[in-house]
T-cell receptor, first 116, second 116 residues
Framework: GAVVSQHPSRVICKSGTSVKIECRSL??????MFWYRQFPKQSLMLMAT?????????EQGVEKDKFLINHASLTLSTLTVTSAHPEDSSFYIC????????????FGPGTRLTVT | AQKVTQAQTEISVVEKEDVTLDCVYE???????LFWYKQPPSGELVFLIR??????QNEISGRYSWNFQKSTSSFNFTITASQVVDSAVYFC?????????????FGTGTRLTVIP
């Protein structure tokens, strides 16, 4: 099956700093990438949907200035958490879709962010 | 509006017992796709099955089986002869629409613990 990687797998940063998470589709071109957030023992919540070359669409309640998403190529999307705070600590998971009309999403392994 | 309900938050069974995880969904669309994912402690999402709304045939894959019933809007998942490696959080999810262009709506997950 299709492979999606995320880097880093774990990151610890200090409050007030920014951290970038990369999501790559390794063996296919991802026209759309999704970013999810998962708090401990909770479900995955969609943060934003990004299409290559266009601005991301954010879900209600997600601050676009805080969670910057860039999908500059068909194989790479990045999520930057700016001015991170302890409440941003979470598990961030990306998924990628290869075809605009495909229902299939391929998930990355996730990135665990801890803000101290 | 779309919604996926997994009423069982946590289930514990003794190894070799059978266990059924319930999933009830809500959508007004006639075309949709249902999914089950497994999330082991490592965090990555493992795809288990996909079902489209026009295919009510039940499916069996090894120790796993799925019962899709549109009349009750349910898509239940049964593990036969459970094993310790089955311990994980299981998510039921829904994509709506003919093109499948929308995001996945996840249930809140069921944490399964298989006791040796």
């Amino acid at each position: 099956g299709a492979v999606v990687s995320q880097h880093p797998s774990r990151v610890i940063c200090k409050s007030g700093t920014s951290v970038k998470i990369e999501c790559r589709s390794l063996d296919f071109q991802a026209t759309t990438m999704f970013w999810y957030r998962q708090f401990p023992k909770q479900s995955l919540m969609l943060m934003a949907t990004s299409n290559e070359g266009s601005k991301a669409t954010y879900e209600q309640g997600v601050e676009k200035d805080k969670f910057l998403i860039n999908h500059a190529s068909l194989t790479l999307s990045t999520l930057t958490v700016t001015s991170a705070h302890p409440e941003d600590s979470s598990f961030y998971i990306c998924s990628a879709r290869g075809h605009p009309f495909s229902y299939e999403q391929y998930f990355g392994p996730g990135t665990r962010l801890t803000v101290t | 509006a779309q919604k996926v309900t997994q009423a069982q938050t946590e289930i514990s069974v003794v190894e070799k017992e059978d266990v059924t995880l319930d999933c009830v969904y809500e959508t007004r669309d006639t075309t949709y796709y249902l999914f089950w994912y497994k999330q082991p402690p490592s965090g990555e999402l493992v795809f288990l099955i996909r079902r489209n709304s026009f295919d009510e045939q039940n499916e069996i894959s090894g120790r796993y089986s799925w019962n899709f019933q549109k009349s009750t809007s349910s898509f239940n998942f049964t593990i036969t002869a459970s094993q310790v490696v089955d311990s994980a959080v299981y998510f039921c999810a829904l994509i709506i629409g003919q093109t499948g262009a929308n995001n996945l709506f996840f249930g809140t997950g069921t944490r399964l613990t298989v006791i040796p």
